[in-house]
């Protein structure tokens, strides 16, 4: 979902237009801005006393979707309003991976149709949610030579079509896991689902309906162990984090509200619950009011990585030193213990 503000905070604001994009490296140091508010003593488990939040890219319209990949020690994150899919590494800083990356049409004044949320499969295949053409994909190239050449996994629930697939997570069987708000829809767009709906399409091609109570489903993550489903709602009405315990069949048994954001939605704190992971400890980080909650796994708020923007999403690098934040206009990364 997207949120915009106007705030200056060392030495970083949120304007519009954003016209460049370009790293932030400076000499051999980032800049820093924002700061981590402490709830818990949970949270030095994670981050250190002094740990600053770099911003290494910027110059995004609404940064999304990042991904790490290992084999490349790269990480790549969509562009959502320019079509665009990025590729950051700390030797080259940034270079553009694909383009288009989730609109394949013609229209030019679509608001949201790049890719979104993005995952790998079992084979190393890039999973996309495609905002513009409301359907999941599958980029049909390699990732060393990436090309807007996709093949459509599912379009259509009951032959009607998705409204715009958000973002998703795979478990270790291939199934797939994602959520589908209206936000990719533009004015002119038939909605032809009168729910917002939180699917799994099994490796056969099978889709299920797993929710359609939830209002503004959005970020989605695994537990370690596979049992639990968390599904974030961008609702400011209804701003929470939901747990899922799911069955061996991917089912949903139960759920329960995990964590309820609600009050800290304000001004003074931009953003909503949006994109989230799962640390390998069970440790959940994501995107709020504020910036990132980092929330246990029984739904304690141990603190918040403060970046001052409506904060997209996050994601890890494979050995967990470092969390990978897009936030707006900005990409950051906060290291982490």
């Given at each position: 979902?997207?949120?915009?503000?106007?705030?200056?905070?060392?030495?970083?604001?949120?304007?519009?237009?954003?016209?460049?994009?370009?790293?932030?490296?400076?000499?051999?140091?980032?800049?820093?801005?924002?700061?981590?508010?402490?709830?818990?003593?949970?949270?030095?488990?994670?981050?250190?006393?002094?740990?600053?939040?770099?911003?290494?890219?910027?110059?995004?319209?609404?940064?999304?979707?990042?991904?790490?990949?290992?084999?490349?020690?790269?990480?790549?994150?969509?562009?959502?309003?320019?079509?665009?899919?990025?590729?950051?590494?700390?030797?080259?800083?940034?270079?553009?991976?694909?383009?288009?990356?989730?609109?394949?049409?013609?229209?030019?004044?679509?608001?949201?149709?790049?890719?979104?949320?993005?995952?790998?499969?079992?084979?190393?295949?890039?999973?996309?949610?495609?905002?513009?053409?409301?359907?999941?994909?599958?980029?049909?190239?390699?990732?060393?030579?990436?090309?807007?050449?996709?093949?459509?996994?599912?379009?259509?629930?009951?032959?009607?079509?998705?409204?715009?697939?958000?973002?998703?997570?795979?478990?270790?069987?291939?199934?797939?896991?994602?959520?589908?708000?209206?936000?990719?829809?533009?004015?002119?767009?038939?909605?032809?689902?009168?729910?917002?709906?939180?699917?799994?399409?099994?490796?056969?091609?099978?889709?299920?309906?797993?929710?359609?109570?939830?209002?503004?489903?959005?970020?989605?993550?695994?537990?370690?162990?596979?049992?639990?489903?968390?599904?974030?709602?961008?609702?400011?009405?209804?701003?929470?984090?939901?747990?899922?315990?799911?069955?061996?069949?991917?089912?949903?048994?139960?759920?329960?509200?995990?964590?309820?954001?609600?009050?800290?939605?304000?001004?003074?704190?931009?953003?909503?619950?949006?994109?989230?992971?799962?640390?390998?400890?069970?440790?959940?980080?994501?995107?709020?009011?504020?910036?990132?909650?980092?929330?246990?796994?029984?739904?304690?708020?141990?603190?918040t990585i403060l970046t001052g923007q409506g904060t997209a999403n996050c994601a890890f690098d494979s050995?967990?030193?470092?969390?990978?934040?897009?936030?707006?206009?900005?990409?950051?990364?906060?290291?982490?213990?």
């Amino acid at each position: 979902m997207r949120n915009l503000c106007v705030l200056f905070l060392l030495g970083i604001s949120c304007t519009s237009p954003k016209i460049s994009t370009e790293t932030e490296k400076v000499g051999f140091k980032y800049r820093t801005t924002g700061s981590v508010e402490r709830i818990d003593s949970g949270l030095n488990s994670f981050l250190a006393e002094g740990a600053a939040i770099e911003v290494i890219a910027s110059g995004f319209q609404w940064a999304e979707g990042p991904l790490w990949l290992d084999d490349q020690n790269a990480l790549i994150f969509t562009d959502v309003p320019t079509n665009k899919i990025w590729k950051w590494t700390e030797e080259d800083s940034l270079s553009l991976f694909l383009e288009p990356s989730g609109y394949l049409g013609s229209e030019t004044n679509k608001k949201e149709p790049g890719a979104n949320g993005l995952a790998l499969d079992g084979d190393g295949n890039l999973i996309l949610c495609q905002h513009g053409e409301r359907r999941i994909a599958k980029m049909n190239t390699s990732l060393d030579a990436p090309e807007a050449d996709f093949t459509a996994l599912v379009s259509y629930y009951n032959g009607k079509k998705f409204n715009s697939p958000n973002d998703l997570v795979l478990n270790k069987s291939g199934q797939i896991f994602f959520t589908d708000p209206p936000y990719g829809l533009d004015d002119w767009d038939s909605k032809e689902l009168d729910f917002q709906g939180v699917y799994r399409l099994d490796t056969d091609g099978s889709l299920v309906l797993l929710l359609d109570s939830l209002n503004r489903p959005n970020g989605i993550g695994l537990s370690p162990d596979q049992r639990t489903l968390y599904v974030a709602q961008s609702d400011a009405k209804k701003a929470r984090y939901y747990a899922f315990e799911l069955d061996e069949s991917g089912d949903v048994l139960n759920g329960k509200v995990l964590l309820d954001a609600t009050s800290s939605i304000g001004e003074a704190l931009p953003g909503l619950p949006d994109g989230l992971t799962v640390h390998s400890s069970g440790t959940l980080f994501a995107s709020g009011p504020g910036g990132i909650w980092v929330i246990s796994s029984d739904g304690e708020h141990l603190g918040t990585i403060l970046t001052g923007q409506g904060t997209a999403n996050c994601a890890f690098d494979s050995e967990e030193k470092y969390l990978y934040i897009t936030a707006d206009a900005y990409l950051m990364r906060i290291k982490v213990n």
